[in-house]
């Protein structure tokens, strides 16, 4: 054939659509400026390791996050002030984000949470200085075979790995777009990109390597099957509704819309299609929260990761992966509530009880704190199974709760150290309250705020989620959360009378002095775990306002 007979048929072919020439694609970029804030902010840092002399990188770095996460909380702010979490919520980039109320709200507890993790991240005074240079938590060189000659030799050069803020950035984005996702493709790729960042963070503890690596590849494993059952989903249920938008599917579900694609008019409308799809697409949300029967990654990578990267990965990520399941179960499969919630409902009760059951076994102060996260994802589910605009509010508040106590006991986890670095075994932590009174004061807060004890932001968080779900017809379910906060209480108030009322031992461990960064995270946590504590009502209104999702 010759070529201007190929050329024919392209003219051909373009023919219809080539008086109105090519639609550029609307983006409005003032409303997706938080994420394209922190995102913009990840490329410069990359850039900061390639360019800026080794010394200096660590200042950049740290300047960098900081001002960045500022930038897009005060973008987030600026949107909420305009309407954008009300009046004005709408699909943006051409359907592929939602910015509304709850989109806007996990962002702004995402991005605060992430501005206080970056603050332990940074920590460089609490292990002893190594050859006259201060060290942080993270590897001298990540790529150095653990105890190797390498590895000894960029200890003694004062190597630090500051490539964790660029990643920890890369990962801040990825959440930021997740609960916003507007179409299922979409959520996927929002999945990989906080879901990378983070298995790479785990692996680089200074101290401890090959426990940090093995919880590095156990997450990546586990991680990348949920990814798989995640995608397998997305592809039947574009199988059953013909289209990846939110929207569509839910239109197709409830049947308020008939149309069928041609091209798929024989699986268009398949039942057993929406089940799978719908059902292995939660399993990958659900992974994420870390729910039973998809939580056993979850105590390996919490003991195993750097404290601070536990302690912004246990709070962040869970108030991302919240938010996306909230958006799938009420926006895009409303219709299916009657199938997907008996199977909620057995998931949260194995959750609470599973969680706080297996937390009174451990010995290690990580391990503790990620069966009591695994039990608190269960709590959350309460609220998810309430199927009302309480549910949804009651959630939003209990995920802002939760991010600060959780990262505020991780870097309190931070201080405790003996000659090997952090002291996480229970019995180190005996008679620390005569040690260091302070430090053992503050964890005890964040303990009673994990136990749900009046005054503090987990009772007010609790109370909210199982009245959502009381009046959502969960009565049970609420019966079953309260007997399970009752078991985890035992295990918190456990930690308080060993840190208070045992001999401390003379070999103990002690109490490293932070510098004011670690400092402002811990306080941070208490102010948060206090005034939600005490008083909660503006913020209750708050995400009651914002619990309004745009379909």
């Not at 910015?99 to 991005?111: E, H, K, M, N």
């Not at 990267?309 to 895009?332: D, E, H, I, P, Q």
Request: charged fraction near 10%.
């Amino acid at each position: 054939m010759s070529t201007s007979a190929v050329h024919s048929l392209w003219t051909t072919v373009a023919a219809p659509g080539a008086a109105d020439g090519f639609t550029a694609p609307h983006i409005e970029y003032a409303q997706l400026s938080p994420t394209l804030i922190v995102i913009g902010a990840a490329v410069i840092g990359v850039l900061v390791e390639a360019f800026v002399p080794r010394r200096a990188r660590y200042h950049a770095q740290l300047f960098l996050s900081v001002v960045a996460l500022a930038a897009a909380f005060a973008a987030i702010v600026g949107l909420a002030a305009a309407g954008y979490g009300t009046t004005k919520a709408h699909i943006a980039a051409e359907g592929a984000i939602a910015v509304d109320g709850p989109a806007l709200f996990l962002q702004g507890t995402i991005v605060l949470a992430s501005l206080v993790a970056v603050f332990t991240f940074a920590e460089r005074r609490l292990d002893p200085d190594a050859h006259g240079n201060r060290v942080d938590s993270f590897a001298a060189q990540a790529a150095s075979t653990p105890g190797s000659d390498s590895e000894q030799a960029a200890v003694k050069a004062g190597f630090t790995t500051t490539e964790v803020f660029p990643l920890m950035l890369f990962a801040v984005a990825g959440m930021l777009v997740f609960p916003a996702a507007n179409d299922l493709l979409t959520l996927f790729v929002a999945l990989e990109v906080f879901s990378l960042p983070l298995y790479l963070l785990c692996a680089v503890a200074r101290r401890k390597r090959l426990m940090s690596q093995e919880a590095a590849v156990k997450y990546f494993l586990l991680g990348a099957f949920s990814s798989a059952f995640l995608l397998f989903g997305i592809a039947l249920m574009y199988g059953y509704a013909g289209s990846v938008s939110y929207a569509k599917i839910a239109g197709i579900v409830d049947g308020s819309i008939k149309q069928i694609d041609p091209a798929l008019g024989d699986t268009m409308g398949n039942d057993a299609l929406l089940l799978i799809g719908a059902a292995m697409i939660l399993m990958g949300l659900l992974f994420k929260v870390g729910a039973v029967p998809f939580h056993m990654w979850t105590p390996d990578v919490y003991q195993g990761a750097p404290t601070p990267v536990t302690g912004f990965m246990a709070a962040a990520t869970k108030v991302a992966a919240f938010g996306a399941l909230l958006r799938l179960l009420y926006v895009v499969l409303p219709g299916l509530t009657w199938d997907w919630r008996p199977v909620m409902w057995g998931i949260a009760v194995v959750t609470m009880l599973g969680g706080a059951i297996v937390a009174i076994t451990q010995t290690d102060i990580k391990r503790l704190l990620a069966y009591s996260s695994i039990a608190h994802a269960g709590f959350i589910l309460a609220g998810v199974i309430a199927t009302t605009p309480e549910g949804i509010s009651s959630v939003l508040f209990y995920l802002l709760a939760y991010s600060f106590v959780t990262i505020g006991a991780f870097a309190v986890v931070t201080l405790v150290r003996d000659a090997g670095g952090e002291a996480t075994h229970l019995s180190k932590w005996a008679g620390l309250g005569r040690r260091s009174p302070l430090v053992a004061a503050v964890f005890a807060v964040f303990l009673l705020a994990f136990a749900g004890i009046p005054l503090t932001s987990g009772f007010a968080g609790k109370f909210a989620v199982f009245k959502a779900a009381a009046e959502g017809g969960a009565g049970a379910l609420v019966v079953v959360g309260v007997l399970s906060s009752a078991i985890a209480a035992f295990f918190y108030i456990r930690v308080i009378v060993l840190m208070f009322f045992s001999e401390p031992k003379a070999d103990g461990p002690t109490v490293a002095v932070p510098s004011p960064l670690t400092m402002t995270a811990i306080a941070m946590g208490v102010v948060v775990t206090v005034v939600l504590g005490v008083a909660p009502q503006y913020f209750l209104d708050l995400a009651s306002q914002a619990g309004v999702f745009v379909r």
